[in-house]
């Protein structure tokens, strides 16, 4: 297959519809985009019903660009990331894997342009997040919910205002950030280093005073950026959990048991801000962006240091740090009601407290008049019969 031939069907399945964000390429499956989060088949001509094994090879080789290195990497490991570029139209973060003993190919569209904080509708609270001068900002969520477009914007803000030097591990690089105010030098994984941790451990030779790791995959990337951190760097990353607690516990049983205790001192001198994001559907089509936000204060440290006890969990932290502009994923979901993005039935079936979160949806209801319960009316049974009317009559 020749470049051309697949430049030709990527773009076909790019403009099937207006919001596409994956591209899918499945043996035995048509040709998939995910649009506003759901798969639906693109038409193309000639018509392709069902990909074949032979099909999906040839256009993982060519994506690729048949590289001896991604090649390898995909006999041995049975994947490689790659990215791959249409050039003048879009960019692709790639994932080639075997399955069933043929491959399957998942293309992320990456944006061309980076959205600000204020185009994104973050919380002003991001304004003084990205202020910090050293230490840890994670920003978590499940593949694909926006998290690093949200490092990108971040990151933005700090190029607007900021002279300093930004060095990026990433695999591959995702946002092209200009020289502005701030100098990045942004280097990809397999074209530039080996490894998130060896990229780390050379990014604190080269004198930058941020530096954002792709994803904190392993022990020694977290241990390293750990030291960064505590030697006045700002580290940015990215984890795959879905809140709080449950991202200090992923760093935690990275190490092992014995290391348990110094480890949670170090995480509690070092996280600055957690930033939890989900995306959850939005009232008329898209996807709307809720977030759990926790800063670093006395009671977190304390939590980090001693784990997570009946009525000392993040969660309750958070909710009272609220007058400080953090939030739950639970206020985020009622906040995001009350200005209309999202539907009454989204905000519950993604709730983590549904009864915390039917409270405030009632609240708002009730603000507005509407109807905070399907029950008319209620009244006694007047035909129970306690034997009080036969002893009346006697």
């Not at 099937?16 to 649009?35: A, C, H, M, R, Y």
């Not at 009272?320 to 739950?328: K, L, Q, Y």
């Not at 549904?354 to 009730?366: N, P, W």
């Amino acid at each position: 297959m020749r470049t051309a031939d697949l430049d030709y069907i990527l773009t076909t399945m790019l403009e099937s519809f207006s919001n596409v964000s994956d591209l899918n390429i499945t043996v035995g499956k048509p040709l998939q985009v995910e649009n506003d989060g759901e798969l639906v088949e693109v038409p193309i001509a000639p018509k392709i019903s069902k990909l074949t094994p032979y099909q999906t090879e040839v256009m993982a080789l060519t994506s690729i660009n048949s590289d001896r290195r991604l090649t390898d990497i995909l006999l041995k490991e049975g994947s490689c990331d790659s990215s791959y570029q249409i050039p003048g139209k879009a960019r692709f973060r790639v994932n080639i894997f075997s399955q069933r003993s043929t491959y399957s190919i998942v293309m992320r569209r990456l944006a061309t342009r980076i959205a600000t904080i204020d185009e994104m509708k973050l919380p002003k609270l991001f304004n003084e997040v990205i202020k910090e001068k050293n230490g840890f900002i994670l920003v978590t969520g499940s593949t694909g919910s926006g998290k690093s477009t949200t490092l990108a914007a971040m990151l933005d803000a700090i190029n607007q205002y900021k002279s300093v030097h930004v060095v990026t591990l990433e695999d591959p690089v995702e946002f092209v950030h200009p020289h502005k105010k701030a100098t990045f030098n942004q280097r990809e994984l397999g074209a530039d280093y080996d490894a998130f941790s060896t990229g780390l451990r050379a990014a604190l030779r080269q004198a930058p005073k941020i530096i954002l790791v792709g994803e904190m995959r392993d022990r020694e990337t977290v241990e390293i950026g750990m030291s960064a951190a505590e030697t006045g760097h700002l580290v940015m990353s990215t984890l795959h959990t879905v809140e709080a607690g449950q991202t200090v516990s992923r760093i935690i049983g990275m190490f092992d048991k014995d290391e348990e205790k110094l480890l949670r001192i170090r995480l509690a001198e070092t996280v600055r801000w957690i930033i939890c994001q989900r995306l959850v559907p939005r009232i008329g089509g898209g996807r709307v962006a809720i977030l759990e936000i926790m800063g670093n204060n006395l009671r977190v440290k304390d939590t980090i240091l001693n784990g997570e006890q009946e009525g000392k969990t993040f969660y309750d932290i958070i909710t009272a740090g609220e007058a400080f502009g953090w939030r739950t994923f639970d206020g985020s979901l009622v906040e995001a009601f009350k200005d209309g993005s999202i539907s009454e039935e989204t905000a519950m079936a993604y709730a983590s407290r549904k009864a915390t979160v039917g409270r405030g949806l009632d609240k708002i209801k009730a603000g507005r008049g509407e109807k905070t319960t399907d029950i008319e009316s209620l009244s006694i049974d007047g035909g129970h019969d306690d034997g009080s009317n036969a002893k009346r009559k006697k």
